[in-house]
């Protein structure tokens, strides 16, 4: 059974929820993709689930939307999966000398003479 390929995604297929969708055959949208899943290690048949792409990567098809029909969702030719909500946090990056020095650096305000008469 299928499964989705990006990190820490546990959906597969047979599953109502979800759609899944293989890799383009096109090399410009396929290394779209594979930056996307930022994977070195990919299946033999790689797939990623509906959950990886916004509503726009959808074609629509209003007949059967509007008859009430369900149909499989069908992406887009360009399109490309953005939503990764179980991708790991990018590491922070350590700060500069220069960064360090400006925290923690005392405000120092402009001394100013009032002359009262």
């Known amino acids: 059974m299928p499964s989705c390929c990006a990190y820490g995604c546990s959906n597969r297929s047979g599953s109502a929820e979800h759609s899944f969708h293989r890799f ?15 994977r ?25 939307e509007l008859m009430g029909e369900e149909y499989k969702p069908v992406l887009k030719e360009d399109a490309v999966p953005t939503v990764f909500p179980h991708r790991e946090p990018a590491p922070k990056r ?24």
């Open 24 to 38: 383009p055959s096109d090399k410009r949208l396929w290394a779209a993709w594979q930056a996307a899943v930022s």
């Open 40 to 64: 070195e290690n990919l299946p033999e048949t790689p797939r990623f689930c509906s959950e990886h792409f916004t509503r726009g990567c959808f074609q629509r098809n209003l007949r059967k």
């Open 94 to 117: 350590p700060k500069s000398a220069y960064q360090e020095r400006k925290e923690h650096e005392e405000v120092r305000l402009p001394s100013v003479m009032i002359f009262c008469v």
